[in-house]
């Protein structure tokens, strides 16, 4: 299968490892021969401000990283620590485009500017759609760590 592009470039904190990091990491590989994944270092996590404790780095990189070798793409990938919110993005690297869920899609936008005003080109954004629950809200890490909702969209309580 062709991809559409040589090399995309997708960044997450991936916190509680869940259906919807599964689905933007999925559409990565599909448009991407290559894709390089900034993991959000502990540092960044915290200046993100997230309402809930995040876990290692660590381990985290280790539910990416066996998930990517499930899917048969890790040789595909390439893991960097994300340091900043932007990443690699603001640099004359070699990522054609960047995967972003809707949630993060004004971030993308934000960074297209600041690429124009270096004199870079921009980036195609492809935006993934926030995965359902069974409630039908999206699934996200705040909602798995207060126990509404498991990894896969499944109510714990209603």
Excluded: C, W
Aim: glycine share 6%; net charge positive.
């Amino acid at each position: 299968m062709t991809r559409k592009f040589e090399t995309v470039a997708v960044g997450g904190t991936f916190d509680e490892f869940h259906k919807g990091h599964k689905a933007l990491l999925l559409k990565a590989f599909e448009v991407g021969a290559h894709t390089v994944i900034g993991l959000s270092t502990d540092d960044l996590a915290l200046k993100l401000k997230k309402n809930h404790e995040v876990a290692p780095y660590e381990k985290r990189l280790k539910e990416l990283t066996d998930f990517l070798k499930r899917q048969g793409v890790l040789k595909r990938a390439e893991i960097v620590p994300l340091e900043s919110p932007d990443g690699i993005t603001l640099s004359k690297g070699p990522a054609q485009a960047l995967v972003v869920s809707q949630e993060t899609e004004a971030r993308a936008r934000e960074i297209n500017r600041k690429r124009k005003a270096k004199g870079l080109l921009p980036l195609h954004v492809i935006v993934v759609n926030m995965v359902p629950a069974e409630d039908h809200l999206a699934i996200s890490t705040t909602r798995i760590k207060q126990k509404e909702i498991d990894r896969e969209g499944r109510l714990l309580r209603t």
